[in-house]
């Protein structure tokens, strides 16, 4: 226990001191993590990679993290995705399995070997990629979106490789030989190996046998997903007793864990699954809640053993080939997710943060080296090297986000116009335009308990409000196809809130045809705007400096001798005035004709400027007999 207390105590800690700093010089918390697991492992060693406890509960984050994934993609939205899901995910699984498993069959190395070499590091890393892209708030973005495919592909794509790779296992009576033994670094990784043959369902079995138990543990969590779960969830729904909720969900991730490591499978495909299953479930956004917290810290655990696991001892023997090997690996996959990219139709920033993302091996290339190792189809000396190489790789990630950036902003300078992103969710009020007028705006709806979804087509404002939790999407708010994602025909409210007061009134009008019934709130330039606005049917409409204007008015109103009340009741009778001004003057307003040519427009505006001030002056002299008695 000392020895756990110990080791959570340097991983907290080095986490607390290099994350912020990472943070700070904008190299992202991944990098930041790595570079900690490094600092307390290999450099100073703090931490050793025997410590196989805290790794076994920092891997949770992983499991977590794909069991949300699972939550969030219910069957008919990854039925929605299938041309992405089957076209890019599966065709870069197909092209970079077959050009690395060239490379080990270059290398001398058996067919079946080299085949399980090339799918363990045809997958990408799920963690460090998901987690980079929601931190930059380029999630939502055309190559954020096709990056989430693709790894999606990969994460469902583990359950049909294990179930395969048994068939691959060489039969010989003796094992490979272990001089050196494999690295302990990740649970995760072994998925199943430190727990000892005792608790092994698979052990002994024959390749087949194994493809059948591990056919049957999926549809046994599908089952139990489907059936079990609600009643369970009502059951404990009648206690109220709210840490119940949380005890239950983390039932849920660890005894599908369990489960998962008992038929020699990995323990996070098992949480991917139960949170497809159970993505329908009333209960979703309570595991959702209960959930979060646990994840992001287990996650960056994780990262930080990745860090701290890797075998300096076989990397300084041979530095150069392993870094070498690594950028090789990097480059191969660069190059592949670069033309199948292009293929589906990806430009310019989309295109390179769709390759330099995925360009690594990730957390579930250990998973099938392991199994590999178990079924005796790779040797330890070569899983050792490729243990490493994926290390390695996925170190070299957050630094392939950096020349992102760089590329990111010279295309910005030079490049095309961004293309419009995909909506994947809606809200009852939508907000077009997210500049000083509609943040304002945003805020307050979101902090009375409303769920919002803002278009723009400003990518760096996006960009900046994602990472203040806003929704935000990248592109034209007048674009049908645009509105139409973002649910127009089911919300409430829009809000029209652009710089352009020509673009406001095209989207007002065109909102206005499509749903009659519809609460349009505009934002107006002027007062001829205002007229504009109200002619293409928006309900309420608001100048932009119209009430900051009235409330420099009343300060001077009050500097100028008059009781804060007396200012206040002036203020409020100007805003009703003019209110009913501009609902008559609408209707004598002329499109194309400017007002001081309309001598119907100017002589009611004159007339209704002697009523205010008749108003203002009815208002004073009430005032003035209540103080005099």
Same mark, same amino acid.
């Given at each position: 226990m000392e020895s756990f207390l110990y080791q959570a105590s340097i991983y907290l800690a080095a986490a607390v001191i290099a994350v912020p700093i990472a943070a700070r010089l904008g190299l992202g918390s991944v990098l930041g993590y790595l570079a900690a697991g490094i600092v307390i492992g290999p450099i100073l060693g703090l931490v050793g990679a025997e410590t196989e406890e805290l790794q076994h509960v920092a891997e949770f984050g992983v499991v977590m993290m794909l069991f949300l994934i699972g939550l969030e993609l219910d069957p008919r939205a990854l039925w929605d995705m299938r041309h992405r899901l089957v076209g890019l995910g599966g065709l870069q699984i197909l092209f970079s399995t077959l050009a690395l498993m060239g490379v080990a069959l270059a290398a001398g190395y058996a067919w079946q070997t080299s085949l399980a070499v090339g799918l363990a590091l045809s997958l990408s890393s799920t963690a460090i990629v998901l987690q980079t892209l929601s931190e930059k708030g380029l999630m939502q973005t055309k190559g954020g979106r096709s990056a989430f495919s693709v790894l999606l592909t990969q994460d469902i794509a583990v359950i049909p490789i294990l179930a395969f790779l048994p068939l691959l296992a060489i039969d010989q009576v003796a094992h490979f030989s272990s001089d050196g033994s494999i690295q302990r670094a990740h649970s995760v990784v072994e998925h199943g190996e430190h727990h000892g043959p005792e608790l092994s369902l698979v052990a002994g079995l024959p390749g087949w046998a194994v493809t059948l138990v591990t056919i049957g543990a999926v549809a046994f969590i599908v089952v139990a997903g489907i059936y079990l779960t609600r009643p369970v969830f009502r059951f404990i729904h @009648?206690?109220? !007793?709210?840490?119940?909720?949380?005890?239950?969900a983390l039932l849920i991730v660890v005894g599908i864990s369990f489960l998962m490591t008992l038929v020699g499978l990995s323990p996070a495909l098992g949480a991917f699954l139960a949170g497809v299953v159970l993505a329908n479930s009333e209960f979703r956004h309570e595991l959702e809640s209960d959930l979060e917290p646990f994840k992001g810290m287990l996650l960056g655990l994780f990262f930080i053993?990745?860090?701290?696991?890797?075998?300096?001892? !076989?990397?300084? @023997? @041979?530095?150069? #080939? !392993?870094?070498g090997l690594a950028l090789l690996l990097i480059l191969l996959k660069g190059m592949i997710l670069y033309f199948v990219g292009r293929a589906f139709g990806l430009q310019g920033k989309a295109q390179w943060l769709f390759t330099l993302s995925l360009a690594q091996a990730g957390e579930f290339g250990f998973v099938l080296l392991a199994f590999s190792l178990q079924l005796n189809v790779i040797p330890p000396a070569l899983s050792e090297k490729l243990l490493l190489i994926i290390a390695l790789s996925m170190l070299i990630t957050p630094l392939l986000f950096i020349i992102y950036d760089i590329l990111s902003r010279r295309l910005t300078e030079s490049g095309p116009a961004p293309e419009p992103e995909e909506i994947d969710t809606q809200g009852p009020v939508i907000i077009?335009?997210?500049?000083?007028?509609?943040q304002i705006v945003d805020r307050l709806v979101r902090a009375s308990g409303y769920s919002t979804i803002v278009l723009d087509n400003n990518m760096e404002t996006i960009q900046l409000m994602r990472r203040f939790g806003v929704k935000g999407f990248l592109g034209d708010p007048t674009r049908p196809e645009l509105l139409k994602a973002a649910g127009l025909s089911k919300a409430h409210v829009l809000v029209a809130a652009m710089d352009q007061p020509e673009e406001v009134t095209k989207l007002v009008?065109?909102?206005?045809?499509?749903?009659? #019934? !519809?609460?349009?709130?505009?934002?107006?330039?002027?007062?001829?705007?205002?007229?504009?606005l109200y002619q293409a049917g928006a309900d309420d409409i608001v100048r932009e400096m119209f009430d900051t204007s009235l409330r420099a008015g009343r300060y001077v109103l009050e500097n100028m001798g008059l009781s804060d009340y007396e200012a206040a009741q002036a203020e409020q009778t100007f805003y009703a005035h003019d209110r009913r001004t501009i609902r008559e003057l609408a209707d004598l307003w002329i499109p194309g004709v400017h007002p001081r040519d309309n001598d119907n427009y100017i002589e009611r505006s004159l007339e209704l400027e002697r009523d205010l001030e008749n108003e203002l002056l009815e208002l004073a002299q009430e005032e003035q007999e209540r103080k005099t008695g």
């Open positions: @009648s206690t109220n !007793l709210r840490e119940m909720y949380t005890a239950l053993t990745v860090g701290a696991g890797i075998n300096y001892r !076989l990397f300084f @023997s @041979s530095p150069g #080939d !392993l870094i077009a335009g997210i500049g000083r007028f509609g009008a065109y909102a206005r045809r499509q749903r009659p #019934d !519809l609460h349009i709130i505009a934002r107006a330039y002027d007062r001829n705007h205002v007229y504009e």
